[in-house]
């Protein structure tokens, strides 16, 4: 195995153009770079994917669950293969680079790879999964989620705002999803060897600090909260301020405990509301029934669980003193996922062989990589978020951060090629000097 491998001469011209031509499908009229799950410009951009995978030299094929999988063929194609990819879908008025650098990075590792004559003894799988984005139906990391076998009849029941159900998305997208729910879209029997993935930040650390690469230790968890208040409507001119139950009042309040939980988090922690509806669409009618949406996130198992009864209990008691009814409903969007040690282990050393300085750091966004960590031992390599904006059109990579994110993932499959798993203390490895 060489020492470490470098970039070719041509990989950021390659990517540059990449991320160009993928960024020309859009959604006209909506603002950034739209390519939600199941539109027509995510439908022909995968058309774009299957050919660029075609030209790197993969086989290509759509799994049962619409994930695009590219596959070089190894040495040795009967054992475990190894796994990297990304996601290529956006939010609505998203940015170029979340979740398109894993597949163009990882096409770029693969165009790496051949270029250097390096032979991997497994097959190297690049995958585009369907679906990693929040939806209208609630659902994030489709394509992966179907893979682990964590699709249920219950989520293809989901509706978006319009009543269509999932399952119904999923035909009209050339789908079949009763293909979906027994996780056979895999590779049967031959489950990953180990699964890593490339993405940008998300976040400010990076940057701030002048480290070109990250290498994760852990995926957050989310927990999201529902919480309905019901008052009284009442004439929001002639009701008396102090005589009022204000649905919109309570709700208010608890935005606020929400920020307040976020802002005492410990490490890594974070609460946000996310949307507040009013039933009442009328200008002067005292508020009686709002709806709050929210969710709390990050790396500390004790402190989400601990989060879910404060909130409860605040939520609750400032709902009490308004004089309103509150109802509040938790679920899980995920839990926390620890990056294999092994796999942290061989990215940093994949690293420090090229000389680039490296950081540990937990995830606050959630990816594929959480439900491919029940497949395989996952890890993840972050490189810098200019200004750590993410969905949004200001979302920038510079194509040098990303060319390195390259190698780093390069040479961390061509060790992975070769590392065998067992169990193991977990790493005591820091940052790179």
């Not at 400010?204 to 600090?209: G, I, N, S, T």
């Not at 969710?295 to 605040?314: N, Y």
């Not at 070769?418 to 203390?425: E, G, I, K, L, W």
Request: glycine share 10%; net charge negative.
């Amino acid at each position: 195995m060489p020492e470490t491998l470098t970039a070719a001469a041509g990989t950021t011209g390659w990517l540059d153009t990449a991320l160009a031509e993928l960024a020309a499908f859009a959604s006209p009229g909506r603002p950034g770079w739209t390519r939600e799950v199941f539109s027509t410009p995510y439908r022909e951009s995968r058309r774009w994917v299957r050919d660029q995978m075609r030209l790197a030299g993969l086989e290509v094929h759509q799994d049962a669950a619409g994930n695009l999988i590219g596959r070089l063929p190894g040495i040795l194609p009967s054992i475990p293969p190894l796994v990297t990819g990304s996601h290529t879908d956006t939010v609505d008025g998203g940015g170029r680079f979340d979740g398109v650098v894993g597949v163009l990075g990882a096409l770029a590792a693969v165009r790496l790879l051949r270029e250097s004559g390096t032979r991997l003894a497994r097959d190297l799988l690049v995958v585009d999964f369907l679906g990693e984005e929040s939806n209208p139906f609630g659902l994030s990391c489709l394509g992966s989620r179907a893979l682990a076998g964590e699709l249920t009849r219950e989520d293809l029941a989901r509706t978006d705002y319009q009543g269509r159900n999932l399952a119904v998305a999923y035909t009209d997208f050339g789908l079949d999803p009763s293909a979906l729910l027994s996780g056979a879209a895999w590779t049967g029997a031959r489950r990953p060897h180990a699964y890593v993935e490339l993405h940008v930040e998300q976040g400010p650390v990076l940057e701030a600090r002048g480290i070109p690469v990250g290498i994760v230790t852990a995926i957050t968890g989310i927990e999201r909260l529902v919480a309905s208040f019901t008052g009284t409507p009442d004439h929001a001119g002639t009701r008396p301020m102090d005589d009022r139950r204000d649905a919109m009042v309570a709700a208010a309040e608890a935005v606020l405990a929400i920020r307040a939980e976020g802002c005492g988090a410990p490490e890594h922690g974070v609460a946000t509301v996310t949307r507040l509806e009013n039933a009442s669409a009328s200008p002067n009618v005292v508020p009686a029934l709002v709806r709050l949406y929210g969710e709390v996130r990050s790396v500390d198992e004790t402190w989400l669980q601990g989060t879910r009864r404060r909130l409860a209990e605040e939520i609750a008691a400032k709902a009490a003193e308004h004089d309103v009814e509150v109802e509040l409903g938790w679920s899980t969007d995920n839990t926390v996922v620890r990056a294999a040690t092994g796999v942290q282990d061989l990215a940093a050393a994949a690293a420090d062989a090229a000389g680039v300085p490296w950081l540990p750091i937990p995830s606050g966004a959630t990816h594929d990589a959480v439900h491919m960590a029940s497949l395989a031992p996952m890890g993840m390599i972050f490189i810098p978020s200019v200004n750590g904006k993410s969905h949004c059109p200001e979302e920038f990579t510079a194509t040098e951060h990303i060319t390195t994110g390259v190698q780093v993932l390069a040479d961390t499959l061509l060790r992975l090629d070769s590392h065998s798993f067992s169990a193991r203390p977990h790493s005591t490895r820091r940052n790179h000097p």
